[in-house]
Every structure is written in structure tokens, then in C-alpha cells.
């Protein structure tokens, strides 16, 4: 499991990195790793889902810009 959940925060990490959402690496790295390490524990699998699911979280979690 740590391979799938290293993969799914590359490929979320990949894409904040690359629409400019990240501010804080270190803030954003843990939230994904914690994110999607509990949606694999939970059993999903699939690498694209937790990261897209992951990315939307991301999202959700961070203030509005005015």
C-alpha cells in the first residue's frame, strides 16, 4: 500500500504543482499523504481516483480567493 499511496500523491502533487495551487509544500504534502493514506486504508485502490479525490479535497480545504 505504500507504493499506491506514494503514487496517488505524486500524481495530485503533480497537478497543484502545475495549476499553481500550492502555497505551502510542506502543509500541502501532508494533508495529501494523510488523505489519501485514509482513503487506502479504507480500501479504494485505484491510484487515479484517490488522487482526483485528494485534489478536491485539497481544494475544498483552502480559503476562497477573493
Not at 31 to 36: A, D, G, K, R
Amino acid at each position: 500500500m505504500p507504493v499506491l499511496v506514494e503514487n496517488a500523491v505524486q500524481i495530485a502533487w503533480d497537478f497543484l504543482e502545475g495549476s499553481g495551487e500550492i502555497v505551502d509544500g510542506y502543509e500541502t504534502s501532508r494533508f495529501l499523504v494523510e488523505y489519501i493514506g485514509r482513503l487506502a486504508s479504507g480500501g479504494e485502490r485505484r491510484k487515479i481516483m484517490l488522487a482526483n479525490r485528494a485534489i478536491d479535497a485539497y481544494r475544498k480545504s483552502r480559503p476562497q480567493a477573493a
